[in-house]
């Protein structure tokens, strides 16, 4: 079987596991309070261009939507979200879990706008009910999307200007995030989200680490104890160290990107092989996250051999599914799946 179900079917990159294994009979002081996760931390401010930015590392995106939306909102608000945003759809309830709701709104191709959270604002302010309502004070966007699109620098703008006009925070999930740096058209880069953003994170686990999430924080109040959150949610590692090497390796020499262009340039080839035999997509974008729409009878065919995700029924014949590469995806695999259509 080969598998194009997910970008963390792997385990991680060379380098990586090269240097866990050189460091593996170090004695370090445990929770993250290391010199590779404060020289992890450095690289990453200096590639965000954001020194008073804070950068913790966490164990899992999960653990890491859980404990930032936890640490920033009172017990009476919620967060705005895409329908199809990971809060809303993946993450089992988590954020419910901790005692806040996840305030949906309808997403196009994985997006919201900025117009959409004003709207949601304004209608809790004027509802004569408005204390008997959970109140919005976040908004939760993913780069890339669920959908595999991309936020430009102007729509991140614009969520920036209404997240100031309406007294909100605005966070970030990255979990694919090196896969949108390297996507073509993308215009929005590390030092863009650290001045944009209040909080994001630089994913991991689906761009060639083992595991692990780096978030980075702007807003002077999220930054105050948010490791007693990390610790309380579950997403403190005792061994804190595996996760600094994980992202120091990852920031030396650009490797961050290096690997997620890998993923990007295979994406691409297939992206244009479904084109070239016919085939259309539920949504267009230029990331490693493709959905076509192929025949419930081809379908049949290609799960001998090809993992892949089931997305949504099309009509009586046809389904939209979703085939990811990643830093780890071989071409001879892309290959054969091209051969197979």
């Keep these: 079987m ?30 993250g309070e290391d010199e590779h996760c404060r020289r992890a931390a450095e690289l990453i401010l200096q ?11 966490l164990v899992g995106g999960t653990q890491t939507n859980m404990t930032v939306i936890a640490s920033a909102l009172r017990p009476h608000q919620g967060v705005l979200a895409a329908d199809c945003g990971h809060i809303q759809v993946h993450e089992t309830g988590a954020i419910e879990a901790q005692g806040h709701k996840v305030l949906a709104l ?28 959970v109140q919005p004070a976040m908004v939760y966007i993913s780069q890339p999307t669920e959908l595999g699109t991309l936020y430009t620098k102007k729509e991140l703008d614009k969520l920036r200007q209404v997240c100031n006009q309406e007294g909100l925070y605005l966070f970030v999930d990255g979990a694919r995030l090196g ?29 060639g680490a083992l595991f692990g999430e780096a978030v980075v924080i702007q807003h002077p109040a999220l930054q105050k104890d948010f490791r007693y959150l990390i610790k309380q949610k579950g997403g403190m590692l005792a ?9 120091e390796v990852l920031f030396e020499d650009n490797l961050y990107e290096k690997i997620s ?23 267009e974008n230029t990331t490693n996250q493709l959905f076509p729409i192929i025949s419930d009878e081809k379908l049949s065919s290609l799960k001998e051999k090809y993992a892949y995700s089931y997305q949504f029924r ?19 695999a892309v290959e054969a799946l091209i051969r197979a259509l």
Excluded at 47 to 57: D, G, I, N, Q, R
Excluded at 261 to 283: N, P, T
Aim: charged residues 25%; negative net charge.
């Design 179 to 207: 896969y949108g740096l390297a996507a073509e058209g993308n215009d929005v880069s590390l030092p863009d989200l650290a001045r944009l953003t209040d909080v994001f994170y630089i994913g991991g686990t689906k761009v």
């Design 239 to 247: 061994k804190g160290r595996l996760l600094g090497i994980q992202f």
């Design 2 to 31: 080969i598998y194009f179900q997910s970008d963390y079917t792997e385990g991680a990159c060379p380098q990586i596991m090269e240097r866990l294994a050189l460091t593996n009979l170090e004695q370090t002081p445990g929770y």
């Design 261 to 283: 262009y890998h993923a990007i340039r295979l994406a691409d080839r297939l992206r244009a092989a479904f084109r070239e035999k016919g085939y259309s997509f539920f949504v």
């Design 314 to 332: 099309i009509d009586e014949g046809h389904s939209a599914v979703r085939f990811c590469t990643s830093w780890a995806t071989k071409d001879e």
């Design 106 to 133: 309808p997403a196009l191709e994985g997006k919201i706008s900025a117009s959409q959270v004003e709207k949601a604002c304004q209608a809790h302010r004027e509802d004569p009910s408005f204390e008997h309502m």
């Design 47 to 57: 590639a965000c261009e954001s020194p008073a930015s804070k950068v913790h590392f």
